[in-house]
């Protein structure tokens, strides 16, 4: 039987450190190995062969290539069975934005026009995804808005969210949302996402209201209240050169104010990429490495900065938390198979990258329900065994092939991959959890 290294090894160096790692998503195996060992590994001289076979860091080509097709099928079953998120966007419109504008457009007959909308799509949900398990994301825009007729629509996705038994959960600026959690609580909420960027400062400065009113002090009261009422929340922050520096201060207001400390609070970091429309702004921008490559310093410096949000660093944290590896990623990207979005408008996308996009609906749900089947397989089709340059990528299985909408922005294909730099982020994270493992045992 002839052995070689495996397709799916993953070895680089830890960061600040000498050693270097060995990981491999499909034998679900990681070490960490000294320089000698790793050379060795590498340049295929080591004398271990029967440990390195019983990892499978070295392999039968043929009975990993058996290994990796059960996997897939595995992997095909299980999401067969996943919970399906279901996005619906009442409007687009927000009151970070233009809210005078957005209240004049509506009158009585808009909101009629709203119901029969909302009626619809819960129909179709109720029909269409029949049998399987689901939950409804309500985003925009901002979802929450002030104004009367607003809360007639949310008061009646509520009502209908109910009477199929679906929990909800919400996506807004949390500027009006002391006002909403009466409301909210008559529903099953499983979360509200909140986006502060920093303290009051930094976040005011980024997030004003249109006509520059500040909006920190409502959010703060939001989450405060939000918590209060034994709702989930789920605080995000949009990361980019000019407010990362203010995290560990974030992070200190989280911990003050008790949310940290609150099994309902959780955080999410996003990276700000939109606004690469604007030369002016592309320089605050990180690409992803980067962006994590500055987080990982901070947090050396700034050790709260993990009291609020401990980054995943590709499979790191899943690592150190679990002590084992989490199963092969063979598609990142969950569009059109666990992931749909739907509009006010009647019309259906992939996801909310897609959402309200030109010339990306893929269907309509309202006034009658039609789907464009070649646009959806293609969606449906898209993971590592579909996209060329995954077939012989070694990151593959840590990576799923990324962002399908990303991957179509850059190359016009959806079948075309977003590389996501699996490696680096190994490469950081596994230092930060497992170098800081080590220092508190020797403590
Ligand atoms: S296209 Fe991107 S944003 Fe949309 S579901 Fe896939 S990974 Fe998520
Ligand atoms: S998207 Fe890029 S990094 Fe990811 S598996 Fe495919 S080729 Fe590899």
Same mark, same amino acid.
């Given at each position: 039987?002839?052995?070689?290294?495996?397709?799916?090894?993953?070895?680089?160096?830890?960061?600040?450190?000498?050693?270097?790692?060995?990981?491999?998503?499909?034998?679900?195996?990681?070490?960490?190995?000294?320089?000698?060992?790793?050379?060795?590994?590498?340049?295929?001289?080591?004398?271990?062969?029967?440990?390195?076979?019983?990892?499978?860091? !070295?392999?039968? +080509? #043929? &009975?990993?290539?058996?290994?990796? $097709?059960?996997?897939?099928?595995?992997?095909?079953?299980?999401? =067969?069975?996943?919970?399906?998120?279901?996005?619906?966007?009442?409007?687009?419109?927000?009151?970070?934005?233009?809210?005078?504008?957005?209240?004049?457009?509506?009158?009585?007959?808009?909101?009629?026009?709203?119901?029969?909308?909302?009626?619809?799509?819960?129909?179709?949900?109720?029909?269409?995804?029949?049998?399987?398990?689901?939950?409804?994301?309500?985003?925009?825009?901002?979802?929450?808005?002030?104004?009367?007729?607003?809360?007639?629509?949310?008061?009646?996705?509520?009502?209908?969210?109910?009477?199929?038994?679906?929990?909800?959960?919400?996506?807004?600026?949390?500027?009006?949302?002391?006002?909403?959690?009466?409301?909210?609580?008559?529903?099953?909420?499983?979360?509200?996402?909140?986006? !502060?960027?920093? +303290? #009051? &400062?930094?976040?005011?400065?980024? $997030?004003?209201?249109?006509?520059?009113?500040?909006?920190?002090? =409502?959010?703060?009261?939001?989450?405060?209240?939000?918590?209060?009422?034994?709702?989930?929340?789920?605080?995000?922050?949009?990361?980019?050169?000019?407010?990362?520096?203010?995290?560990?201060?974030?992070?200190?207001?989280?911990?003050?104010?008790?949310?940290?400390?609150?099994?309902?609070?959780?955080?999410?970091?996003?990276?700000?990429?939109?606004?690469?429309?604007?030369?002016?702004?592309?320089?605050?921008?990180?690409?992803?490495?980067?962006?994590?490559?500055?987080?990982?310093?901070?947090?050396?410096?700034?050790?709260?900065?993990?009291?609020?949000?401990?980054?995943?660093?590709?499979?790191?944290?899943?690592?150190?938390?679990?002590?084992?590896?989490?199963?092969?990623?063979?598609?990142?990207?969950?569009?059109?198979?666990? &992931?749909?979005?739907?509009?006010?408008?009647?019309?259906?996308?992939?996801?909310?990258?897609?959402?309200?996009?030109?010339?990306?609906?893929?269907?309509?749900?309202?006034?009658?329900?039609?789907?464009?089947?070649?646009?959806?397989?293609?969606?449906?089709?898209?993971?590592?065994?579909?996209?060329?340059?995954?077939?012989?990528?070694?990151?593959?299985?840590?990576?799923?092939?990324?962002?399908?909408?990303?991957?179509?922005?850059?190359?016009?294909?959806?079948?075309?991959?977003?590389?996501?730099?699996?490696?680096?982020?190994?490469?950081?994270?596994?230092?930060?959890?497992?170098?800081?493992?080590?220092?508190?045992?020797?403590?």
């Amino acid at each position: 039987m002839k052995m070689e290294l495996s397709k799916h090894n993953i070895i680089s160096k830890i960061k600040d450190s000498e050693d270097y790692f060995i990981v491999n998503p499909l034998s679900r195996n990681a070490d960490i190995l000294d320089p000698e060992t790793a050379e060795a590994i590498l340049s295929g001289t080591s004398a271990n062969i029967d440990e390195l076979a019983g990892k499978g860091y !070295l392999v039968d +080509p #043929a &009975e990993e290539e058996k290994r990796f $097709r059960a996997e897939y099928l595995d992997f095909l079953d299980s999401r =067969e069975d996943d919970e399906i998120q279901i996005f619906y966007a009442p409007t687009y419109a927000c009151n970070f934005n233009c809210p005078y504008c957005y209240q004049e457009g509506y009158d009585k007959e808009k909101m009629q026009q709203d119901e029969a909308v909302i009626k619809a799509f819960f129909n179709y949900v109720e029909t269409e995804f029949a049998g399987k398990r689901k939950y409804i994301t309500v985003f925009g825009g901002e979802p929450l808005l002030p104004d009367t007729i607003t809360r007639k629509k949310i008061g009646l996705i509520i009502d209908e969210a109910n009477r199929l038994g679906l929990s909800l959960a919400f996506v807004t600026n949390g500027y009006s949302l002391v006002s909403y959690i009466p409301m909210l609580k008559g529903g099953s909420i499983r979360e509200v996402q909140i986006t !502060l960027d920093g +303290p #009051a &400062e930094i976040h005011n400065s980024r $997030r004003p209201l249109q006509g520059g009113g500040e909006t920190f002090d =409502e959010i703060v009261a939001g989450i405060d209240a939000a918590l209060e009422a034994g709702l989930a929340v789920n605080l995000r922050a949009v990361i980019d050169k000019e407010n990362l520096p203010s995290l560990p201060e974030l992070a200190r207001i989280a911990v003050e104010r008790g949310w940290t400390s609150n099994p309902l609070f959780k955080t999410q970091l996003g990276r700000n990429y939109e606004l690469h429309y604007c030369q002016e702004n592309a320089v605050r921008l990180y690409d992803r490495l980067s962006m994590y490559e500055a987080l990982y310093s901070l947090i050396k410096e700034h050790p709260v900065v993990t009291e609020f949000h401990r980054p995943a660093f590709s499979i790191s944290r899943f690592l150190f938390d679990n002590g084992e590896m989490p199963d092969p990623l063979f598609d990142s990207c969950p569009g059109c198979k666990t &992931e749909w979005a739907f509009d006010y408008s009647g019309r259906i996308f992939s996801c909310t990258a897609t959402v309200g996009k030109p010339g990306e609906s893929l269907g309509t749900f309202y006034p009658q329900k039609t789907l464009v089947q070649d646009a959806v397989e293609a969606w449906q089709d898209r993971d590592v065994t579909t996209i060329p340059e995954c077939k012989t990528c070694n990151l593959r299985l840590a990576c799923g092939g990324g962002c399908a909408s990303a991957a179509k922005n850059k190359s016009g294909e959806i079948n075309s991959p977003d590389c996501r730099p699996v490696d680096g982020l190994m490469s950081l994270g596994l230092s930060l959890y497992f170098g800081n493992a080590e220092e508190s045992t020797a403590e």
